[in-house]
């Protein structure tokens, strides 16, 4: 009923109050807890991540060169380049540079 009758407020041009303390206080209680990974932490092998340092070195860094020559989109990579080729082949043995 709560949430018909938000929307026939906001329908009519008003806008719902912000939950108070005491209601963020009691919901708080039903959420559940959830543990999250560190992305740092993923072991890779580290043959299949100097495989991929080795690419880095051969193309002297040239991200549009190493995806080339990998057949994956760059994109990614672009945005959050590596700093060095150690870097570039732990973060791509980890699926880091991959898009979804």
């Known amino acids: 009923f709560k949430m018909a009758e938000e929307k026939s407020n906001i329908s009519e041009g ?3 109050s912000a939950p108070d ?3 963020l206080s009691s919901k708080a209680t039903s959420l559940r807890s959830v543990e999250t990974k ?3 932490s993923v072991e890779v092998d580290p043959e299949v991540a100097a495989a991929y ?3 880095y070195e051969r193309h002297d860094g040239d991200i549009e060169a190493i995806f080339k020559e990998l057949d994956e989109d760059p994109d990614k990579c672009l945005r959050y380049p ?3 080729a ?3 082949g732990r973060k791509y043995a ?3 540079y991959h898009l979804l």
Do not use: L, R
């Open 53 to 55: 340092a080795a690419i």
């Open 14 to 16: 008003k806008t719902a």
């Open 86 to 88: 150690e870097t570039f």
């Open 38 to 40: 560190d992305s740092s």
């Open 21 to 23: 303390s005491e209601e």
């Open 94 to 96: 980890a699926g880091f």
């Open 82 to 84: 590596p700093a060095d």
